[in-house]
């Protein structure tokens, strides 16, 4: 299938309203060879977080997270020994945003060092550029499977049990030329599309001349 021409952006990216679907998002994904895999250091215990006390709003909260999580199969019931602490904290908008204290299994886990490129590298690649496209994914940290047979070590518990994970932002598609970035948008999406990303469509932008990127006013 060839990419669209230019033209009304509806009508270019149509055929992948399916990554911008909060249905598909909430379904669990199938097991991946990239699976996120959570390796201990040698002898090391599983960490016991404590039961933070919550208010009201963050009960509520977490009672929700519970009960959509679960519904989405994004975590299960759990007799682990391992337990962190769950809380939550505030959103721009004034919601809040369930949080778990995985502090204790970070100090165990043996790291593996990821060469995260530099801001001053990513904004020289810009250049040049003359038209952006900003994509959110939603819901990142539930789009990647955690390995099968670490589920435990993710348990968290609160007032109401004790749970583990079973899964595990901002992408910036630049191009020279609006004819070029609409076959660039188009490549991205399709990629998304064929691995099951998803994505935030009211936090996405769309063939802007200005964007703001890791803190930059770009353009």
């Not at 530099?118 to 990647?144: C, H, I, W």
Request: proline share 9%.
């Amino acid at each position: 299938m060839s990419p669209p021409t230019p033209g009304h952006l509806l009508q270019a990216y149509a055929e992948f309203r399916e990554v911008f679907s909060k249905e598909r998002v909430a379904r669990q994904p199938a097991h991946q060879p990239w699976d996120c895999a959570i390796d201990l250091l040698p002898n090391a215990s599983p960490p016991r977080g404590q039961v933070y006390p919550l208010s009201l709003p963050e009960s509520k909260a977490m009672e929700e997270y519970i009960e959509t999580a679960l519904a989405a199969g994004h975590i299960r019931p759990s007799t682990s020994p391992a337990a962190a602490g769950f809380f939550s904290v505030g959103k721009k908008d004034g919601g809040l945003c369930p949080c778990i204290d995985y502090r204790g299994l970070n100090t165990i886990t043996v790291p593996y060092p990821y060469p995260l490129p530099l801001v001053p590298a990513v904004l020289e690649q810009l250049r040049g550029a003359r038209m952006f496209t900003k994509l959110d994914l939603r819901s990142a940290y539930n789009l990647v499977r955690i390995h099968k047979g670490d589920e435990w070590k993710t348990a968290f518990h609160t007032t109401h049990g004790k749970w583990v994970i079973a899964y595990i932002n901002d992408i910036l598609v630049y191009s020279k030329s609006p004819e070029k970035h609409v076959l660039h948008v188009w490549e991205v999406l399709s990629r998304l599309q064929r691995h099951h990303l998803y994505m935030k469509l009211e936090k996405s932008e769309f063939h802007r001349t200005t964007v703001t990127f890791l803190g930059y006013v770009i353009s």
